[in-house]
């Protein structure tokens, strides 16, 4: 199991803990049931309106979760934050290659991790 804290400077910081079952959920569903307020519009992957910044408790971990979605590449693509590079390189070693993600797709994995909000 993971924690994760959400922080922001528009909020006090939060940290959850990652309850069994929760690898199955997104940041923006945990972020949803704790009270978290993350921007989101789409929910589907589509708009970016859900960008957060997120990196590892444990700096030398770069895994940050799920690797990124088909939705995540075009829409982070779209707004500049990964390069083409970055994702033809995430293909060869199944390393996340972007601190930025999108919280309605993102899902957790057995990692503590810190969700940076508003992230724009
Ligand atoms: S809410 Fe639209 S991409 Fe996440």
């Known amino acids: 199991m993971a924690n994760i804290t959400f922080s922001s400077v528009l909020h006090k910081d939060k940290t959850v803990y990652a309850v069994a079952g929760s690898h199955k959920k997104t ?4 972020a949803k049931e704790s009270h978290v307020p993350i921007d989101f519009s789409c929910g589907d992957g589509q708009c970016g309106t ?3 910044k ?3 408790v444990k700096q ?6 799920h690797p990124l979605t088909e939705r995540e590449i ?13 994702v033809e390189q995430m293909a060869i070693d199944d390393l996340v290659p972007s601190e930025w993600r999108l919280a309605c797709q993102m899902v957790m994995r ?3 991790i810190i ?3 508003p992230s724009r």
Do not use: H, N
Not at 74 to 85: C, D, N, Q, Y
């Open 27 to 30: 940041i923006l569903e945990i």
């Open 50 to 52: 859900c960008l957060v």
């Open 54 to 56: 997120v990196s590892s």
């Open 60 to 65: 030398r971990s770069k895994r940050m979760g």
């Open 74 to 86: 075009a829409v982070l693509s779209e707004m500049g934050k990964i390069t083409k590079a970055q």
């Open 110 to 112: 057995d990692e503590d």
């Open 115 to 117: 969700v940076e909000y």
